[in-house]
Nanobody, 127 residues
């Protein structure tokens, strides 16, 4: 069992920055694939960023590449999402997710690949 708790969301002006945190418990983040997703009202949950299981490789959605950075602190068992140059279209509920799958793949970008999810944290970007 993996429990995930997101924090750091809020209201920010377009062009501003936010840093989201995902605190994990139950399993070490080094033993699972970790990813960030987001979901806006009326839209499907979409991939944002992810680590491979070893945490030495990252992948980003085209819409956020160059603006968002996923990082981790294994000692704190926490994953972060640094969001810069925020746009109104970034407004969504952001979710942290974990996939306890065997090592051997690069990354997972489909929501169905992940078994554990946080409750989500709201990010609202005003223009």
């Amino acid at each position: 069992q993996v429990q995930l708790e997101e924090s750091g969301g809020g209201l920010v002006q377009a062009g501003g920055s936010l840093r989201l945190s995902c605190a994990a418990s139950g399993r070490a983040i080094s033993s699972v694939y970790m990813g960030w997703f987001r979901q806006a009202p009326g839209k499907e949950r979409e991939f944002v960023a992810a680590f491979n299981r070893r945490g030495d490789s990252t992948r980003y959605a085209t819409s956020v590449k160059g603006r968002f950075t996923i990082s981790r602190d294994n000692a704190k068992n926490t994953v972060y999402l640094q969001m810069n140059s925020l746009k109104a279209e970034d407004t969504a509920v952001y979710y942290c997710a974990a996939a306890p799958k065997p090592d051997g793949s690069n990354w997972y970008a489909a929501p169905g690949d992940y078994d554990y999810w946080g409750q989500g944290t709201q990010v609202t970007v005003s223009s």
